[in-house]
């Protein structure tokens, strides 16, 4: 079966840091984008970042980038964002996701999605 | 970045009605645009993405529509299933951007 885990979501103080785990099962991670995408309590979805397939390309949302970092093992079919400096509005359900397109196209999308690991910022 | 802007933001309708729901880019997507359904407490999944092409799995009386800047999901007879939050998303550029959603109720 496909499927993505997070893991390492908790309840932590403004300014602490804090990494997320996505461990990918049912298929090689390697050859696919991946991505992450939030959302918090009541809200919409947040497209957050996303990483190539031997993690040479990183792209950020300007509101995290520089206190964001997306990266992935191969090795380990997994996939990781370290998230340093955490604010209040950074509290959300973080969900990772496998960025996909199918053959000879450029159409990608977000086709597996983990449950989500939960990230609550306060003090 | 490109802005998407969803209408209805929320829309009440009966099991068997017909709904469409609005999408709109701030530029010129062409035709990257994806529609995700979202359960309450849970993950989305994708219904549809390349602005139509609908997703394995999913029933036929969802299709979408549109191009450029305006698309369109449109459930032709609705399930009790169907109602959640829906989510378009562009994958012209990054940030991958997603609409504000819109909650269908019964």
């Known amino acids: 079966e496909v499927q993505l885990v997070e893991s390492g979501g908790g309840s932590v103080q403004p300014g602490d840091s804090l990494k997320l785990s996505c461990v990918a099962s049912g298929f090689t991670s390697s050859n696919y984008w991946m991505s992450w995408v939030r959302q918090a309590p009541g809200k919409g979805l947040e497209w957050v970042a996303n990483?190539?397939?031997?993690?040479?390309?990183?792209y950020y949302v300007d509101s995290m980038r520089g206190r964001f970092t997306i990266s992935r093992d191969n090795a380990k079919n997994s996939l990781y964002l370290r998230m340093d400096n955490l604010r209040a509005e950074d509290t959300a359900v973080y969900y990772c996701?496998?960025?996909?397109?199918?053959?000879?196209?450029?159409?990608?999308?977000?086709?597996?999605w983990g449950k989500g690991t939960t990230v609550t910022v306060s003090s | 970045d490109i802005q998407m802007t969803q209408s209805p933001s929320s829309l009440s309708a009966f099991v068997g009605d017909r709904v469409t729901i609005t999408c709109r880019a701030s530029?010129?997507?062409?035709?990257?645009l994806n529609w995700y359904q979202q359960e309450a407490g849970k993950a989305p999944k994708v219904l549809i993405y390349?602005?139509?092409t609908l997703q394995s799995g999913v029933p036929s009386r969802f299709s979408g529509r549109g191009s450029g800047t305006d698309f369109t999901l449109t459930i032709s007879s609705l399930q009790p299933d169907d109602f959640a939050t829906y989510y378009c998303?562009?994958?012209?550029?990054?940030?991958?951007?997603f609409g504000q959603g819109t909650k269908l109720e019964i």
């Open positions: 390349g602005a139509s």
């Open positions: 996701a496998r960025d996909y397109a199918p053959t000879n196209s450029y159409f990608y999308y977000l086709d597996v």
């Open positions: 530029q010129n997507i062409a035709t990257y």
């Open positions: 998303q562009q994958s012209y550029s990054t940030p991958r951007t």
């Open positions: 990483i190539n397939e031997d993690g040479s390309e990183e």
